[in-house]
């Protein structure tokens, strides 16, 4: 009876709990204050929901994350289908424009190789022309020619703002995000009943035809200056051959496999032709450059000429080993090809004179001089003063005594003289 009305006042009591613990004959006991043990109480039910929380975390952790994963794989796929469906929509819209855009662009690849291909050949022809001393070789700056043919000129302002907006339009519109397509379609819209890639086409056409046309004009006058310097090679080998000299040309035999009109390597062998042309021109004019062919007293008539004449002061026949220039003292006597001085002074019946060694051979002489203005050695130019006309040694009268000798033996020097006149304005 005592415990029951114990046990029903239990949370009013104001008395503490007495714990006791007995084990053998130790007996210990302790209180227990009730806000003690309900902290103690609400401490261990607070760690039973903590576990259960975290426990019943780690078993659905996963299956939340497949759910979210599983959710946005739904909405990407959700929104690439989309996607998708708008871009097959586009694409259906602007299939003509993507077909009549690639045609552009191919168009302007071949123009734009075209004029790469122009513009290698400028660079080739270039030290060539320099060479040759042509600019009309070079074909203009401008990629179609100043006259155009009259099928051309109704679209000759569209072909021109067309080539010289080419390249840099490409680069512009490429860096803006536009299109090819987008400038042709605002700088040149089609006409009535004419898609823009029929009037591209037509363009093309007729750029391709200007560009062929400067292509063919340039082979043209390829060939034109090819045959010119064979023609003056022709002209200085023959003038050499008159006085006597084996000049090699370099021509040869004839032959070779057939190329076409048509072939790729057409330019390349025609260049080819024409830097063999002019080699072979230089090389003339080097040989005759080398020989004396000048004037040695230009501007006075001869007295004299070479051969057997009548002696002037014995009156009796005898050899005439140069020809004699009539001028008057102190005339200047020039030098008729580059060389060096190998005797400069008194020579018996030439009196004051100036002998010149040339390349091959060649010699010359400058005889009845009344002052010399070189010596031993000295290194001459073409058209070098050698001295003064006089009429020192054996000699009637002023006048200037010429000699042509090739090792040793005395040449005619009019045939050097006539071979001057013949080449020398092509040196």
Do not use: C
């Not at 009309?136 to 006259?147: N, R």
């Not at 000699?403 to 092509?426: C, I, S, W």
Request: without cysteine.
């Amino acid at each position: 009876m005592t415990e029951a009305s114990q046990s029903k006042v239990f949370g009013k009591r104001k008395e503490p709990h007495t714990v006791i613990i007995a084990r053998g004959d130790d007996i210990r006991h302790f209180q227990v204050r009730p806000w003690l043990a309900a902290v103690a109480g609400s401490a261990l039910a607070a760690m039973a929901v903590g576990y259960l929380l975290a426990t019943t975390y780690l078993v659905l952790r996963d299956d939340l994350i497949d759910a979210t994963t599983a959710r946005q794989a739904r909405l990407q796929q959700a929104y690439e289908d989309r996607i998708s469906a708008l871009r097959a929509q586009v694409d259906r819209i602007t299939s003509r424009q993507m077909l009549d855009q690639q045609l552009m662009e191919t168009k302007v690849g071949e123009l734009l190789e075209r004029q790469t291909q122009l513009t290698e050949r400028h660079g080739r022809l270039a030290p060539i022309a320099d060479r040759f001393g042509d600019a009309t070789l070079l074909p203009a700056s401008a990629p179609l020619p100043a006259e155009k043919p009259a099928s051309e000129a109704a679209a000759g302002p569209e072909l021109r703002a067309m080539l010289d907006s080419t390249v840099s339009s490409q680069q512009a519109l490429a860096g803006a995000g536009a299109t090819p397509f987008s400038f042709w379609s605002t700088r040149n819209s089609p006409a009535p009943g004419e898609t823009s890639a029929d009037r591209a086409d037509r363009l093309f056409v007729a750029i391709n035809q200007s560009l062929r046309a400067i292509e063919s004009e340039q082979l043209s006058r390829i060939n034109t200056l090819a045959e010119d310097a064979y023609q003056t090679a022709d002209a200085i080998s023959s003038a050499l051959e008159d006085i006597g000299l084996e000049v090699d040309d370099g021509k040869g035999g004839v032959g070779g496999p057939l190329v076409p009109i048509d072939n790729p390597a057409l330019f390349d062998t025609k260049v080819r032709e024409l830097d063999e042309a002019i080699e072979l021109l230089e090389r003339m004019k080097a040989e005759a450059r080398r020989l004396p062919i000048a004037n040695p007293a230009p501007g006075h008539a001869v007295s004299s000429a070479f051969g057997v004449r009548k002696d002037p002061l014995l009156g009796m026949p005898a050899m005439h080993s140069g020809m004699d220039f009539r001028a008057p003292t102190g005339a200047k006597a020039r030098v008729t090809a580059a060389g060096t001085v190998v005797s400069a002074g008194w020579n018996g019946g030439y009196g004051r004179m100036v002998e010149v060694e040339h390349a091959g051979g060649f010699t010359t002489r400058y005889g009845h001089l009344s002052k010399i203005l070189v010596k031993n050695g000295q290194e001459l130019a073409v058209g070098d003063v050698v001295g003064k006309v006089g009429s020192s040694g054996r000699s009637t009268g002023p006048h200037l005594h010429y000699e042509v000798r090739r090792n040793g033996d005395a040449l005619n020097p009019v045939r050097f003289l006539k071979a001057g006149k013949k080449v020398g304005h092509y040196l």
